[in-house]
């Protein structure tokens, strides 16, 4: 799944390998930390994705750096492709090099909890096979036993209606991971958010754990929100009723946007959300406004809609839940990929209005 959703992505720069490697960067962070007097300790773990899992342990306090590898197989060195396979018997994981005076191994425990479905045996979310299973790699007595202590204490808390599967095993050879997959979270934050957007990690975490889970903006989660039924019938036009809260898709070529041009964004009819950018509309022929990608992708969810005896993918609004449309693969370069979107299901607002109409920051998008 993870490869499918990357070569809609294939024209995007890959940033080179740096003139140092992970191991030597952590090895100068362990010497700058016994210089202040303070060692860093290891533990490891595997969440699925090794990009999700680094990116969620890097932001933590105490944490000096997460490297993204492989362990639990037999082959040495292997490579992704080798890894991801399913053929080698290794994981995706990440070590963590943490300061045991800031974080404790009890609250990275805590942490990982929070960043996988521990129920799941067949892999976590999109990706699928058992090198993308999740456990708790331990490299002492100590650290086996308070792992065994967490999993017991999750299972008992009934936080989950099925049984906590999540391995608890010995670590023996760990493989950092090629150097592309490091940080990659930062150096290729677009197809990063995409691909974890779309793997269904982050709908599933808010869901089991609400807010605790994310590390998004307060203020940007709640400034968008959606009136009840009562008021939405008195706001919306029966067309826009019936699109976003029915379903509904509205006739080709007689919709207000299908071949706007003006340059602007365009924002959830029922919440304001910002949705999709005139940057990234496209004339795709079909008699809808269609789009490359989102304006912001953490305002966009993507169901599976098996409607009409089809496999489509359904785009709804984050927190409005309008639907909008739906997503296709076979849209043009750089993402290949085509956002089919009812107009009634948003809302345009010229440049010239971002300032007044609370948008001014997407101003800079049309800066020359």
Known sequence: MKRRLLLVLVLFVVVGCKDYTVEQEVNKTMKDMKNTNKELHRATFAGGCFWCVESDFQKLPGVAKAVSGYTGGLKENPTYEE????????????????????????????????????????????????????????????????????KKALDKSGRFNKPVVTGILPLTQFYEAEAYHQNYYKEHSFKYKYYRHSSGRDQFLDKVWGNGSKKANPEKRTKYSKPDNKTLKKKLSPLEYKVTQGGGTEPPFQNAY???????????????????????????????????????????????????????????????????????????????????????????????????????????MFKK
């Not at 909890?113 to 058992?130: C, E, L, S, V, Y």
């Not at 007595?141 to 308070?146: G, M, T």
């Not at 839940?321 to 997503?327: E, R, T």
């Open 83 to 150: 890894v991801s396979s399913g053929t080698t018997g290794h994981l995706e994981a990440v070590q963590v090099y943490y300061d045991p005076s800031v974080i404790s191994y009890e609250a990275l425990l805590d942490a990982f909890w929070k960043q996988i479905d521990p129920t799941d045996a067949g892999g976590q979310f999109a990706d699928r096979g058992p090198q993308y299973r999740s456990a708790i790699f331990y490299h002492d007595e100590k650290q086996k036993r308070l792992a065994e202590e967490s």
């Open 258 to 364: 299908w071949d706007n041009k003006e340059e602007g964004i365009y924002v959830d009819i029922v919440s304001g959300e910002p949705l999709f950018g005139s940057r990234d509309k496209f004339d795709s022929g079909t008699g809808w406004p269609s789009f490359t990608k989102p304006l912001e992708p953490d305002n966009i969810l993507e169901k599976e809609d098996r409607s009409f005896f089809m496999k489509r993918t359904e785009v709804r609004s984050k927190h409005a839940d309008s639907h909008l449309g739906h997503v296709f693969p076979d849209g043009p370069q750089p993402t290949g990929l085509r956002y089919c979107i009812n107009s009634a299901a948003v809302r345009f607002i010229p440049k010239e209005d971002l300032e007044k109409e609370g948008y001014g920051e997407y101003m800079k």
